[in-house]
């Protein structure tokens, strides 16, 4: 997988890949706390035509730049439910 990364240095439009390799999507946000460096999950766009889904940070399994591996197949990414924003997502990237 390359050189692993912080998930603070996540960026949208990141590649989001399934156990296999194959891409089921970008990143579309980071939710977390980077002050505390508590990190939730990922918001990831699925198309223009999708709802994102949202994935937990434990099924995250690792991180390198430009791209984030899942420990997930295609099939269970796509059992992933919608994200729903309950408020506006921390990212990795904001300043206060």
Known sequence: MGELVSWLV???G????ARDGS???KVEDVIGDPE???????????????RPRRVPS???AGIAPGRVQLDLDRHGF?????YEA???PQRA???P
């Open 10 to 12: 996540i960026e949208r």
């Open 14 to 17: 990141w590649r989001v890949v």
């Open 23 to 25: 891409e089921v999507g």
């Open 36 to 50: 505390q460096d508590i990190f939730s999950g990922l918001s990831v766009s699925t198309g223009l035509l999708h």
């Open 58 to 60: 434990e099924r995250v």
């Open 78 to 82: 796509a059992d992933l439910p919608a």
């Open 86 to 88: 309950t408020r506006a």
């Open 93 to 95: 990237d904001s300043t």
